[in-house]
């Protein structure tokens, strides 16, 4: 079992920066791929991306990438997604999640955190 819970999100503006953090714990960190995934209102939840256990493998959504920037802190049991030059759709709510490997397929993560909510106004 594996416990992931998100923290950082909030309300910005577009252009700001924020970065989110995921802390887990139950399992070897270190082994385990994480994944950032977000859902707005209405919509199906989408991946943004994904970093293996080693932090070197590291894959992006198609609009987030050159924006975003997934990394990790083995030594805390903590990732982190770095949001730069945020834009209105980028608001959604943040999940985190843990697999086997990093992948897009937000069917191949069994664990996930509660999320948390970024808004960006225009």
């Known amino acids: 079992q594996v416990q992931l819970v998100e923290s950082g999100g909030g309300l910005v503006q577009t252009g700001d920066s924020l970065r989110l953090s995921c802390t887990a714990s139950g399992r070897t960190f270190s082994s385990t791929a994480m994944a950032w995934f977000r859902q707005a209102p209405g919509e199906e939840r989408d991946f943004v991306a994904s970093?293996?256990?080693?932090?070197?493998?590291?894959f992006y959504g198609d609009s987030v990438r050159g924006r975003f920037t997934a990394s990790r802190d083995n030594a805390k049991n903590t990732m982190y997604l770095q949001m730069n030059n945020l834009k209105p759709e980028d608001s959604a709510v943040y999940y985190c999640?843990?697999?086997?490997?990093?992948?897009?397929?937000?069917?191949?993560?069994?664990?996930w955190g509660q999320g948390t909510q970024v808004t960006v106004s225009s």
């Open positions: 999640a843990a697999g086997d490997w990093p992948n897009s397929d937000r069917r191949l993560y069994r664990y």
């Open positions: 970093i293996s256990g080693n932090g070197v493998s590291r």
